[in-house]
């Protein structure tokens, strides 16, 4: 009994016939690489060339099928009609050394496009989405913070060009303005797709920021309470002095309290937020009502504290 090992090779998907020959077949997965790339990457979702699976048809019934991918088993089985396995690793390394090598430019080509094509569909990930518009409304909002701090103290002398430039500026300002309230509406809905537990507990912009801050939201859900309290913050605490908080000041509720029991609530609200973020990375169940209940309390236990 034969064994044929379907396997990706460059641009091409192949067969090679392990028992008795050695015989090596293939089908281009495109014209040209840049069709063949984005063809490679629909390999993943088990959606394969007819052609390979017309030919595959054609081996002998005696011939045992395997495939280098386990995505791929269930599509050649219903395509070919015919009981595909797993390949094992003795077997991909003999069909491997089976097949010339090539490193020509369209293979070159072709590995750029996968690479490429790779990159954009992470780049346009919900959460890639999220963490890009965070970072940009806080980019925003400190050069909103420096126009601002600029037009304080910025004279418009009458009768002088200052005069016709103030109006101008004042202008270009409430346009920046606008542009950041419009990029707040695309975060919070972002977050609320991304992190619907954690927005509701501090915040869409806080929430975007803390998943910006630690990278992803898979790493966000591994921190704990008092790293996520000190995330994004400007300084290195220590003994001395050092910060309460950093991306947390700005979280929902905060200013409902005088600024002495900032902190506590910043420590309270880390630990809630740490188990909303581990929600989101993980079993994905709404849980924010009883997180929001947990920290309304705990802002009401502060404040009658301050009194």
Partial sequence: MGIAVVLADGPRLTWVELDPAGHVGEVPLGPA??????????LAAGE???GILSAL???PATTSLAASDPRWVEALARGTGREVRLASLTELRTARAGLERRAGPEDRAFLLGVAQRALDRALASPEEVL???????????????????????FVAVAGTLLEEYGPAWAGARAALSRHHASLLSLLGRAAQQVVPNLS???????AGRLVAAAGSIGALGRMSGSRIQL????????????PRYGVLYRAARMNDLPIGRRGAYARSLAAIAAI????????????SDRLVARRDRRVEALRRRAR
């Fill in 33 to 42: 690489p840049t069709a063949a790339a984005h063809r490679y990457l629909a």
């Fill in 48 to 50: 394969l060339p007819s």
């Fill in 57 to 59: 048809r054609g081996l």
């Fill in 131 to 153: 963490i890009s518009l965070a970072r940009e409304e806080e980019r925003l909002e400190r050069a909103l913070g420096r126009e601002e701090r600029a037009a304080d103290s």
């Fill in 200 to 206: 509701a507990v501090v915040g869409e912009r806080v």
């Fill in 231 to 242: 995330l994004g913050s400007r300084r290195r605490p220590s003994p001395e002095r050092g």
């Fill in 276 to 287: 909303a973020a581990r929600a989101d990375a993980t079993t994905h169940a709404a849980i």
